[in-house]
């Protein structure tokens, strides 16, 4: 079986051009037929997967959350296999599936409007802040300092807003929505444990609903988020669904395996399909004895 790699020129850079070196060597050795490929943009990635989306083999994201993304929306519907190998500033899709023994786990696959989605779906103020993040880490700033300044950010820039949801047909109106999210996966961004509960291979997704939070409170907000305690210290409605839809009056930011999309309407299908995903234990282990 063939093994593709596609490189996100721009996840880690220094990192990632010492690995690639060593994923070349650990392929020699193994007699693995494989080719690397190195990419500056999602219209690569799709370009390039989609030559290969029809033929038994592993495509593999070497890259963050937004690589994988992209590669999994150029891939759904054919063939292959997703693979994983995490060199992004956020990889919470292999932070999900490395709790699981498998080494291939035939994935849940969420749709939100026209893009596929693996690991979670967010509006409110977990997106807001992750936008600011991807701005200013884009800028040069290192990812911890970069998450601490959108926090600061997201607290002075922070509205409630109106939104209508539906969810398996009941419909759930908030005049102050702060949070919504819609997970497959447990983890997102930065490690974060989202829903400690969720399981990417059931086709019911956990959907939290969220409703005013005092702008004084996001700090605590986030910070229980990332430990998975929300459900313990914030009133969140919490429930299992596969049609879910938002409505709202005024466009929302909108955190999709951590890339960034703006809309006031969102149709989600939380079993859209599914998906082989491959976790190269073996190549993983020889990268982190080197």
Known sequence: MRH????????????????????KDICSSLAVDYVIYFVDNQSEIAEIAGRFKYEECTIYAVGGDGTVNHLLNAIMGGKASLGLIPFGSGNSLYQTLKEKEESVIDCNVMKINDRYCLNYFSVGVEALVTKRFEQLKNLGFPASYAYKLAIIHTIY?????????????????????SFVAVC??????????????????????????????????????????????????????????????????????????????????????????????????????????K
């Open 4 to 23: 593709i790699f596609i490189v996100n020129k721009h996840s880690n850079l220094n990192k990632t051009s010492k690995r690639i070196e060593e994923i």
């Open 157 to 177: 820039k922070y509205n409630t807003t109106s939104v209508l949801i539906k969810a398996d047909g009941r419909n759930y109106y908030s005049s102050d929505m």
């Open 184 to 289: 497959n996966g447990k983890y997102c961004g930065l490690d974060k444990k989202i829903a400690p509960c969720a399981d990417i291979a059931s086709p019911n997704a956990i959907v939290y609903l969220g409703g005013k939070l005092s702008m004084f409170a996001i700090p605590d907000f986030l910070g229980n988020l990332a430990k998975g305690t929300l459900e313990q210290k914030y009133a969140l409605e919490k429930k299992n669904a596969k049609n879910i839809e938002i409505i709202a009056k005024n466009s929302l930011i909108a955190n999709i395996d951590g890339e960034i999309i703006e809309d006031t309407h969102f149709d989600i299908d939380a079993a859209a399909g599914k998906i082989k995903v491959v976790q190269p234990t073996q190549i993983l282990e020889l990268i982190r004895k």
